[in-house]
C-alpha cells in the first residue's frame, strides 16, 4: 500500500504558476503514478500521468505544453509544475498510484488516492 499527501495548491491569478507536490510514503518508485482534477459536477479527469520510470508520460490535451510532470523516485514525490494557468485550470487536484501497468489517463486504473489540493485561478 501507498499512502499519498498533495501540498502545493493555491490561489493564483491567470498566466501565473504553482507546483504541486505529492509525497508518498512506503515503496514508491514502482508505480505508476498521475495527477487528477475535478470540478462540482464533473467526472474526475487526467492531468498528466508518468511511468515508474519516467519515459512514459502522458497530457491531457488541455494542459500540453503549459504543465509539467515528474517524480524524484529517492524522494518518493510527485510533482506537477502548472504554467501559464487558466480560470478553466480551477479544480481539486488528485495524486493518484497504481502498482502496475502503463501510463493510463484512466482514473479507474488508480487504486490509491491523496486527498486532493484546491486550484483556483482568479481572472
Known amino acids: 500500500q501507498v499512502q499519498l499527501v498533495e501540498s502545493g495548491g493555491g490561489l493564483v491569478q491567470a498566466g501565473g504558476s504553482l507546483r504541486l507536490s505529492c509525497e508518498a510514503s512506503?515503496?514508491?518508485?514502482?508505480?505508476?503514478m498521475g495527477w487528477f482534477r475535478q470540478v462540482p459536477g464533473k467526472e474526475r479527469e487526467v492531468v498528466a500521468a508518468?511511468?515508474?520510470?519516467?519515459?512514459?508520460?502522458v497530457y491531457a490535451e488541455s494542459v500540453k505544453g503549459r504543465f509539467t510532470i515528474s517524480r524524484d523516485n529517492d524522494k518518493n514525490t510527485l510533482y506537477l509544475q502548472m504554467n501559464s494557468l487558466q480560470p478553466e485550470d480551477t479544480a481539486v487536484y488528485y495524486c493518484?498510484?497504481?502498482?502496475?501497468?502503463?501510463?493510463?489517463?484512466?482514473?479507474?486504473?488508480?487504486?490509491?488516492w491523496g486527498q486532493g489540493t484546491q486550484v483556483t485561478v482568479s481572472v
Open positions: 508518468i511511468s515508474w520510470g519516467g519515459s512514459n508520460i
Open positions: 493518484a498510484a497504481a502498482p502496475y501497468g502503463h501510463a493510463s489517463k484512466d482514473y479507474r486504473s488508480y487504486n490509491f
Open positions: 512506503g515503496s514508491f518508485g514502482n508505480y505508476v
